[in-house]
């Protein structure tokens, strides 16, 4: 039921149903709405009452506050702690404060993964949601603060680990689990779109060496293992999901900052807790191995239903895990519609089940176990419009080692354009605008004489990653472009992201030739205001951008239209 329909007034926000018992000192879900006033006025409660009412399954648990502000006094995210006995010890809460709209956004892994997105006058994030939450020490194969500076990059892990109940019956019952779904979940640094890319487990990767934290503290380094599948990164030989991380990393270059992981239930339980997700089937689906059964055209799956869709691969494309992806990404942006819908954002019965589901359902790492962080992070993600949250899976093609192709390996151009354009914060949505954009400006910068090689006078500084990366690009301009007057200035004083050339007014013609032989960015070029004097040279930093000598800085602009993206904002029907 929503607020709607206990008789509310449409100008009373939804969250403004919840009220504070006097009786109790907690927040209840006002039901009795004659004259405004609160359940209290028109009987009187005690805390042996409230506890009953807590406990019934009909509706919200009513010892949760559920108002409209963070309590200014609440330091560290978690709420006031409440003893068994009638609420004893707990801390006073404040009163609502003003009205303030905030969308709320859990994100988590399902089998594929599960984005979990409610928004209702800014809900206090309760305490029990922090005791929901599981964390797992990473050591440092994360990022320990929940924003960053720049782009956010959140690897989402479906574990088929065969946990919880009804799942024993799947198969491998005492199997630690595998990275059996993993989608990199990339935030644009101006949040205003976001790259969901899938990473298919049956990918053939060298899995790195990894540190893991032992439940002692102690640290133990788990060996490396070249060629084979993805998704051991993970449960294998006391692997934990910081492994993955680095296994991502080390493939794409692109640095996970954290990571949500769920197994089996999680799609279960979220699915339920929202009502159902809506599917298309492009044809009636009835599969023997995954007992499902669905007709053609639109159905809405929960429970078993919706784990058995995402687990289904037979009844889709080829049969191959690939044609999986696309289905779970499908399901993915329809739940992610769901989610955004007026129907969940104006019920808050619904926003607690989904916010108490999403918790129990999600293990992350300690630089966002609590559910203040939580918060912070989902606001972050919650500016995104859906429509610029774009899907797209890893370019492979067959593994060429195998006789039966079972395994796949990158595609050997496509996947490189797209880690790189993840890497320099391309958006998906916008490739077009922002390709006539970046052409537009390098048209501009080197519109313009340009000096000849040999006048070209420029000092080099390695600021990047690559070591000898200075004396590298000197040799190349020096043998390969004629740049005769370049010279190895060795280090930087300090490590850039970006990639600058320094240069005077009077310098342009020579600035001009020397982007156009590294192909830098028009973003690089920094221009002063006094002209130099006599043989000054220009100054030439390379970033981690820089990728080795006589490859272009400025990275492709767009990816292959053989490779195939869906938007979370448009429905299409599984095949």
């Known amino acids: 039921m929503d607020a709607q329909s206990r008789g509310r007034a449409d100008d009373i926000d939804p969250a403004d149903q919840w009220v504070l018992n006097p009786h109790t000192g907690n927040y209840e879900l006002r039901l009795d709405q004659s004259a405004g006033e609160s359940p209290v006025a028109a009987r009187?409660?005690?805390?042996?009452?409230?506890?009953?009412?807590?406990?019934?399954?009909?509706?919200?648990?009513?010892?949760?506050?559920?108002?409209?502000?963070r309590r200014s006094a609440q330091k560290d995210g978690r709420g006031p702690e409440a003893s068994a006995a009638g609420g004893a010890g707990r801390r006073k809460r404040k009163a609502p404060k003003a009205r303030r709209k905030?969308?709320?956004?859990?994100?988590?892994?399902?089998?594929?993964?599960?984005?979990?997105?409610?928004?209702?006058?800014?809900?206090?994030?309760?305490?029990?949601?922090?005791?929901?939450?599981?964390?797992?020490?990473?050591?440092?194969?994360?990022?320990?603060?929940?924003?960053?500076?720049?782009p956010m990059n959140i690897l989402i892990i479906g574990t088929d680990k065969r946990t919880g109940k009804g799942n024993e019956g799947y198969g491998d019952k005492g199997s630690e689990g595998h990275a059996d779904t993993n989608i990199l979940f990339h935030v644009s640094e101006d949040r205003t779109n976001?790259?969901?890319?899938?990473?298919?487990?049956?990918?053939?990767?060298?899995?790195?060496?990894?540190?893991?934290?032992?439940?002692?503290?102690?640290?133990?380094?788990?060996?490396?293992?070249?060629?084979v599948r993805f998704n051991v990164s993970l449960g294998q030989e006391g692997r934990n999901p910081g492994c993955t991380m680095q296994t991502v990393e080390a493939i794409t270059g692109v640095k996970p900052d954290h990571f949500m992981m769920v197994d089996f239930n999680a799609v279960k339980e979220l699915t339920t807790a929202v009502g159902g997700v809506k599917v298309c089937m492009a044809k009636p689906i009835n599969d023997p191995k995954s007992h499902l059964e669905l007709p053609q055209g639109e159905s809405t799956v929960a429970?078993?239903?919706?784990?058995?869709?995402?687990r289904t691969r037979h009844s889709f494309g080829n049969e191959s895990d690939l044609d999986r992806i696309k289905v779970q990404q499908q399901f993915l942006g329809s739940m992610i519609r769901e989610m955004k819908s007026s129907d969940t954002l104006t019920n808050p019965t619904k926003l607690?089940?989904?916010?108490?589901?999403?918790?129990?359902?999600?293990?992350?790492?300690?630089?966002?176990?609590?559910?203040?962080?939580?918060?912070?992070?989902?606001?972050?993600?919650g500016k995104v419009d859906t429509k610029n949250i774009t899907f797209v899976t890893l370019p492979v093609i067959d593994n060429p080692a195998e006789t039966v192709k079972a395994t796949v390996v990158?595609?050997?151009?496509?996947?490189?354009?797209?880690?790189?354009?993840?890497?320099?914060?391309?958006?998906?949505?916008?490739?077009?605008?922002?390709?006539?954009?970046?052409k537009s400006k390098q048209a501009a910068l080197l519109k313009g004489p340009k000096a000849a090689p040999a006048d070209v006078r420029v000092d080099v500084l390695n600021g990047g990653e690559i070591a000898g990366a200075a004396g590298a690009t000197v040799t190349w301009l020096q043998n390969q472009q004629g740049v005769l007057k370049s010279t190895n200035k060795a280090n930087a004083p300090e490590k850039i992201k970006k990639t600058t050339l320094e240069y005077a007014p009077n310098q342009a013609d020579q600035?001009?030739?020397?982007?156009?032989?590294?192909?830098?960015?028009?973003?690089?070029?920094?221009?002063?205001?006094?002209?130099?004097?006599?043989?000054?040279?220009?100054?030439?930093?390379?970033?981690?951008?820089f990728k080795g000598a006589g490859i272009p800085i400025t990275g492709p602009a767009k990816i292959s239209d053989d490779v195939e993206r869906a938007s979370a904002d448009k429905a299409v029907c599984s095949k």
């Open 511 to 545: 600035a001009r030739a020397l982007a156009e032989m590294m192909g830098l960015p028009a973003a690089a070029m920094k221009q002063g205001t006094a002209d130099a004097e006599g043989l000054e040279a220009m100054v030439l930093t390379l970033g981690a951008d």
């Open 194 to 227: 976001a790259t969901a890319l899938s990473i298919p487990r049956d990918l053939m990767t060298d899995i790195p060496d990894c540190e893991t934290v032992q439940p002692d503290g102690s640290t133990k380094t788990i060996p490396g293992t070249p060629r």
């Open 303 to 310: 429970g078993e239903d919706a784990l058995a869709l995402l």
């Open 102 to 150: 905030k969308a709320l956004m859990w994100t988590g892994g399902v089998t594929a993964f599960v984005v979990v997105a409610a928004g209702v006058g800014a809900y206090v994030l309760y305490e029990r949601f922090n005791g929901n939450i599981s964390t797992i020490d990473i050591g440092d194969a994360g990022n320990n603060d929940v924003l960053s500076e720049g």
């Open 352 to 381: 607690f089940k989904l916010a108490d589901a999403a918790t129990n359902a999600l293990t992350v790492d300690q630089g966002i176990g609590s559910a203040k962080k939580l918060m912070t992070l989902a606001q972050e993600i």
């Open 410 to 438: 990158p595609h050997p151009t496509q996947a490189e354009q797209l880690f790189a354009m993840m890497r320099s914060d391309t958006s998906l949505t916008e490739v077009k605008q922002k390709e006539k954009a970046a």
């Open 44 to 69: 009187t409660t005690t805390a042996e009452d409230s506890g009953r009412r807590a406990e019934s399954p009909d509706g919200p648990r009513r010892e949760v506050p559920a108002q409209r502000s």
